[in-house]
Structure formats: structure tokens, C-alpha cells
């Protein structure tokens, strides 16, 4: 059976930062493109970052543009957001998942709430 599994999140102060990790279970991991989702508060979850089966090739969206990192190790079937200059807009339940996605059933995701 499939599992995803994030961590890492938790409570930061603004210009904060964090690395989130997701273990993925049970499928080919590197043979997909995989991304890191959020969804906040009342809104719809959201693409933050995706990047490439190999790693070559990464993308962002443009309110994380500059101030995230997607970074992947396929020998330990991990996959990782570092976050750095945090904002409060990013405050979000935070997933992984392949890209397109979701591919997967959705794991609990990891909270990140940036306040001071």
C-alpha cells in the first residue's frame, strides 16, 4: 500500500525556517515527477513546488519563488521542501504527492503556521 508520509512543520516566526520531509512508501518513487502541495485556511490546496523523477528540472510558484527549495534523494525514496523567509501567507497544511497529481491518496500532511 501506497503512504506518504510528511514531517517537519511547526510553528515559526515570520523570516523563520523549515525543512519538510516526505517518505513515500510502496511504488516506484523514482520513476515519478512528485511536488509538495498546501492548503490553508478555507482555501483550495495549492501547488508549491513540483521537480522531476531525476531532479533535473524544478518549478515554483511564484509566492514561494526565491524563498523555497524541492530537493529529492530516490536512494531513500525521500523528498524534501526547505523553506526559508517564511511568511505568514504560508501558513498551511503542507502534503506531498506525485505530480500531476494527486496520484496517491493524500497522507496527513504536516502543518506549518508562521506567526509571531
Known amino acids: 500500500q501506497v503512504q506518504l508520509v510528511e514531517s517537519g512543520g511547526g510553528l515559526v516566526q515570520p523570516g523563520g525556517s523549515l525543512r519538510l520531509s516526505c517518505a513515500a512508501s510502496?511504488?516506484?518513487?523514482?520513476?515519478?515527477?512528485m511536488a509538495w502541495y498546501r492548503q490553508a485556511p478555507g482555501k483550495q490546496r495549492a501547488l508549491v513546488a513540483r521537480?522531476?523523477?531525476?531532479?533535473?528540472?524544478?518549478n515554483y510558484a511564484d509566492s514561494v519563488k526565491g524563498r523555497f527549495t524541492i530537493f529529492r534523494d530516490n536512494a531513500k525514496n525521500m523528498m524534501y521542501l526547505q523553506m526559508d523567509n517564511l511568511k505568514p501567507d504560508d501558513t498551511a497544511v503542507y502534503y506531498c504527492?506525485?505530480?500531476?497529481?494527486?496520484?496517491?491518496?493524500w497522507g496527513q500532511g504536516t502543518q506549518v503556521t508562521v506567526s509571531s
Open positions: 521537480i522531476s523523477s531525476t531532479a533535473v528540472t524544478a
Open positions: 510502496d511504488f516506484t518513487f523514482r520513476g515519478y515527477d
Open positions: 504527492n506525485a505530480f500531476p497529481g494527486p496520484v496517491f491518496t
